[in-house]
């Protein structure tokens, strides 16, 4: 029989059985289920609700329980339901009649509640962990390539010279962010709320506190309606895992065009390309594509939660159940991705000389011819009008702005002398950037050594200064 059996003169229709059962996926909460309700048999104990014995023999029943299920030798059952409803039908069967007494002043829906958030904060716990090597091996990569001049881009049109280095630091940022975010959540959600019960709390003097700090949470929900039925901890770590992807995503389509033919500014390591089943000469950034195809997957874990949760009137709905696969789907992708990610970076070749060669390109030294003569008094927007004007002139002749003859210069302006060609030479354009969060090498090792700190101060607790963490 049912747990709920009582009130039923039917056994339930055999398609529905599967249709509602959700032990296929929500077993993979086995521990935390557990953990949470050896927290409450023991507080049952404590309070005197049930006897000092009968806490124990759960507690030792539950405990057991829980090896045999991470040994592997225990069965689940679709007709049990849920992995509440498994792990209280096996302490019964195993443990006689007190086990009917474990589910005292609680409900499933405060139960999944809680072991939602215990998984969660596991895992946002692993994932941060995942972010932070993905960060340390990008500043490894930006402190050896301080003076890899590259081009930079808007439009993807080639804008400006920097470095590699600080091509890369961008992504340190925003996986900084990242962790901000993924803190964030976990701080909201470490609140337990267990003794919301169904939806109205319960009579029994629980000790809710007591259990919250068994199981480690900073203190207890509010409110019973909104203890059962808030999922925004689970949103708010979809919402920061979608972002957090679409970084991935972008950090992952750079590669894809920077080891094309035609830009060969890196070559992935073999042991993170593919071939083609038909053109033998094929080495293709396959993993790196895989990651930015993902990223889809999470975006649709994070639309369809909210889409579930839209409509659901105060409390618990059985719709929420829906809540489970998008979460465990979103944190295996997540963490499958970072775990590529990193090591795809680390070993990539970069090509300097290719980079290098980019840099020089396509005028790129414009903007800074530009400001030489506003250096010298010229107002920018005329300067700009001028420099426009060289730039079509000169590549009309095919040639850059540092080929261009003094005496042509001077024939446009008087204020041109020799100390211009210093001025636009790509390695000057970059080194002469020295303002606060720009390129030039000095700046970039700063940039590296204080984002150290803020990852420092991150993962110890402290607040970083910076509010943009
Ligand atoms: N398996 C359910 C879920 O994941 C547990 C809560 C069920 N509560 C209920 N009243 N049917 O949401």
Not at 123 to 143: G, K, R
Not at 354 to 362: F, I, L, R, S, W
Not at 410 to 417: K, M, N, V
Request: charged share 25%; glycine share 8%.
């Amino acid at each position: 029989m049912k747990l709920w059996g009582g009130r039923f003169e039917k056994t339930t229709d055999a398609l529905v059985e599967d249709f509602h059962s959700s032990i296929r996926f929500d077993q993979r909460l086995y521990k935390q289920d557990i953990l949470g309700s050896i927290a409450h048999a023991r507080m049952l104990g404590s309070v005197g609700v049930i006897s000092e014995d009968e806490a124990n023999s759960l507690i030792e029943g539950l405990g057991g329980i829980l090896e045999d299920i991470q040994a592997g030798n225990v069965e689940f059952e679709i007709g049990a339901e849920d992995i509440h409803m498994n792990v209280e039908k096996i302490l019964t069967e195993r443990i006689g009649a007190v086990g009917k007494k474990l589910h005292t002043g609680r409900s499933r829906n405060d139960q999944v509640a809680l072991d939602l958030r215990l998984y969660l904060r596991e895992e946002i716990d692993h994932t941060m962990n995942l972010v932070e090597q993905l960060i340390q091996t990008l500043l490894h990569i930006a402190e050896e390539h301080l003076e890899t001049w590259m081009p930079g881009y808007t439009h993807l049109q080639k804008a400006q010279p920097i470095t590699l280095a600080h091509h890369f630091m961008a992504y340190v940022q925003m996986f900084l962010r990242d962790i901000g975010r993924l803190k964030d959540t976990r701080k909201r959600l470490n609140s337990s709320p267990l003794g919301s019960g169904a939806m109205a709390g319960t009579t029994f003097p629980l000790d809710r506190e007591k259990v919250a700090q068994e199981l480690g949470f900073d203190g207890v929900t509010l409110n019973s309606l909104d203890g059962v039925s808030d999922r925004d901890f689970a949103l708010e770590f979809l919402a920061a895992a979608s972002i957090l992807m679409m970084h991935l995503s972008r950090i992952c389509e750079e590669l894809v065009i920077w080891s094309s033919g035609e830009f060969r500014f890196i070559s992935m390591d073999d042991g993170y390309s593919t071939g083609s089943s038909i053109m033998p000469q094929k080495k293709n950034p396959d993993v790196a594509e895989l990651v930015r195809g993902k990223t889809g997957r999470v975006y649709g874990d994070l639309v369809a939660l909210l889409t579930v949760m839209k409509g659901l009137p105060l409390a618990y709905n059985k719709d929420m159940q829906e809540d489970k696969e998008q979460v465990f789907d979103a944190v295996d992708t997540i963490q499958k991705c970072l775990l590529v990610v990193e090591p795809m970076l680390r070993t990539m070749q970069v090509h300097r000389d290719t980079m290098a060669y980019g840099a020089k390109g396509g005028f790129t030294n414009a903007t800074d011819l530009a400001d030489y003569m506003a250096k010298k008094g010229v107002p920018f927007r005329e300067a700009h009008e001028l420099v426009g004007r060289i730039v079509l002139d000169c590549s009309k002749k095919g040639i850059g702005l540092e080929e261009l003859g003094l005496s042509e210069y001077q024939a446009l302006s008087p204020i041109f002398t020799t100390d211009l060609y210093e001025s636009i030479g790509i390695e000057h354009c970059v080194r002469a950037r020295k303002i606060t969060g720009g390129p030039s090498p000095d700046t970039v090792a700063e940039g590296i050594r204080i984002s150290r700190e803020v990852l420092r101060g991150l993962r110890s607790g402290f607040a970083p200064k910076n509010p943009e963490y």
